[in-house]
């Protein structure tokens, strides 16, 4: 039987309606998709000032394992801008009162078995910091990521499209030893995913992984961060955010060297 006209007008009002909607929905897609990447320089900042803010106070565990032996320090971490960092370690008892200030482009180790304040020169930024696999600089940031480097997006060969990577070069008057570090973070909220520091000749020198996102005091950030370097199998340094506030007053008393020798 043939259909009445009016079924016909309707089923015709229907695929209308459908393909509409399906027009609509690619165009949403495609709008998406094409959405502009941030400039590189905004990734960069992100990532520089993201364990910081205007100021920072934190109880952190760091977990220092190899081959022979393993170790875990408690310690508290105090920062304010991009320019002054106090540590002290809490635990285990024979590291106790152990203390490390930067102000600037100083730094200084207090030990207290020996009673000594000790000034590191700019020579040893690299060195490891109490044994672990993370440098003194890694540890109170003394080079800045949007200062000291030159950085521009790439495209690596194993790139996700959940990620945007950037590469950062040191600058020619820098005192860092990489060659370069590309860093990975997400491409929805830009929070950190990994980063690979590399030597001058290329070589893949270690990896340092972000990991177990969560929120402390009103800032989303990775609570692990885990270093492996590559070139010591069965090392690895894994740092954990117990707990953090950030942006609130610090005393300036905290950054001195007489803040140093006391113990808590």
């Excluded at 993201?50 to 977990?63: F, P, T, V």
């Excluded at 590559?230 to 008393?253: L, P, Y």
């Amino acid at each position: 039987m043939a259909k009445s006209k009016d079924k016909i007008q309707k089923e015709s009002r229907g695929l209308k309606v459908w393909f509409l909607l399906v027009l609509a929905v690619s165009v949403c897609v495609s709008v998406r998709a094409e959405e502009p990447i941030p400039d590189v320089e905004t990734i960069v900042k992100k990532i520089d000032q993201l364990y910081r803010s205007e100021s920072s106070h934190a109880d952190i565990e760091m977990q220092i394992v190899t081959p022979h032996w393993e170790r875990t320090l408690a310690m508290t971490v105090w920062s304010q801008g991009m320019s002054k960092t106090f540590i002290r370690i809490n635990a285990p008892k024979k590291e106790q009162g152990v203390a490390t200030l930067r102000i600037g482009n100083e730094m200084w180790n207090y030990l207290p078995k020996t009673n000594k304040t000790m000034k590191i020169p700019p020579s040893m930024m690299m060195g490891s910091w109490m044994g672990s696999d993370f440098t003194n600089d890694d540890l109170v940031r003394e080079s800045s990521m949007l200062d000291d480097y030159t950085y521009q997006y790439v495209t690596p060969e194993d790139a996700s499209p959940e990620h945007l990577y950037v590469q950062l070069v040191p600058k020619e008057d820098s005192p860092i030893v990489w060659g370069k570090i590309v860093a990975a973070v997400q491409s929805k909220d830009y929070i950190p995913v990994w980063q690979r520091f590399y030597d001058e000749k290329g070589n893949l020198m270690r990896v340092m992984n972000f990991k177990e996102i969560k929120t402390f005091g009103g800032k989303t950030l990775p609570s692990v961060v885990e270093m492996l370097p590559q070139n010591k199998e069965g090392h690895k340094t894994v740092v954990r955010w117990m707990n953090a506030t950030f942006d609130s007053d610090i005393d300036d008393k905290i950054f001195t060297r007489r803040n140093l020798q006391r113990r808590r």
